[in-house]
């Protein structure tokens, strides 16, 4: 996959949820999207990392490196996903549940679809324009 298409992926996403998420800022290699309950990071080898809550002035090598479970001030890291540019999906590879509710977010039933945090659909966000803008620039 060309950099040139994951740039291109990846700054449609940003674009789009930007006005669907407003607290959203961008580092260098990755994108941080601030959640109320959630932090979804969109990393540059086209994986997605998702923590329980927004972790302050990380950077991206500590963003790669963290274990699952592993903690910084008190985000956890829960959930891991690979994005395929060629199949249009969206799948888990990392998963760690440390509580009930995240444990009903974070099943296996469908790995391919990224858990809603049911008041707001930012994830199903992220997965469609992923799989959308993935299709139609193959």
């Known amino acids: 996959m060309s950099n040139k298409f994951v740039a291109t992926v990846f700054s449609t996403i940003t674009a789009v949820l930007s006005i669907a998420t407003p607290a959203l800022a961008q580092y260098p290699g990755y994108t ?9 990071y969109l990393l540059k ?33 829960i959930s891991t ?14 998963n760690t549940s440390y509580s009930a ?8 039933d469908n790995p391919t679809v990224l858990p809603d945090r049911g008041d707001n659909d930012s994830f199903a966000v992220v997965r469609d324009m992923i799989c959308k803008n993935s299709a139609s620039s193959l």
């Open 101 to 108: 509710t995240h444990q009903r977010l974070l099943t296996d």
């Open 45 to 77: 080898n086209d994986s997605i990392r998702i923590f329980n809550r927004r972790m302050h002035e990380v950077s991206y090598e500590q963003v790669t490196a963290m274990k699952p479970g592993q903690q910084k001030d008190s985000a956890y890291l």
């Open 81 to 94: 996903y690979k994005a395929s540019c060629v199949t249009g999906t969206i799948t888990m590879i990392e």
């Open 32 to 40: 941080k999207i601030d959640e109320t309950s959630y932090a979804i």
